[in-house]
């Protein structure tokens, strides 16, 4: 079994700054793309950022030169440094991971509980 856990959501004031983090733990072989993304209410849930295990990296259009995301494959973490917050990016964000489980051979996507970040104007 393999869980996902986010820390790191808050308010912050329009212009501010957060750093979302996310962890992987129990039958991991090895992980492969992990990503963030977020919904907001009466939205879809979007693709925010995506980094590959040899750490290429992919963001979305509204995000670029605000938002960077890196990893620890030593620790199975994700995370993502949040600057320049708008209230648009108010959302409920999720990170995920794609993992190679350690016995059967099988990969699967997994999901974070969903941590929210408000951002007021």
């Known amino acids: 079994q393999v869980q996902l856990v986010e820390s790191g959501g808050g308010l912050v004031q329009a212009g501010g700054s957060l750093r979302l983090s996310c962890a992987a733990s129990?039958?991991?072989?090895?992980?492969?793309?992990m990503g963030w993304y977020r919904q907001a209410p009466g939205k879809q849930r979007e693709l925010v950022a995506l980094?590959?295990?040899?750490?290429?990296?992919n963001y979305r259009d509204s995000v670029k030169g605000r938002f960077t995301i890196s990893r620890d494959n030593a620790k199975n973490a994700v995370y993502l440094q949040m600057d320049s917050l708008k209230p648009e990016d108010t959302a409920v964000y999720y990170c995920?991971?794609?993992?190679?489980?350690?016995?059967?051979?099988?990969?699967?996507?997994?999901w974070g509980q969903g941590t929210q970040v408000t951002v007021s104007s």
């Open positions: 129990g039958s991991i072989f090895r992980v492969n793309d």
């Open positions: 995920n991971a794609n993992i190679l489980v350690r016995f059967g051979g099988n990969r699967y996507n997994y």
């Open positions: 980094i590959t295990s040899g750490g290429s990296t």
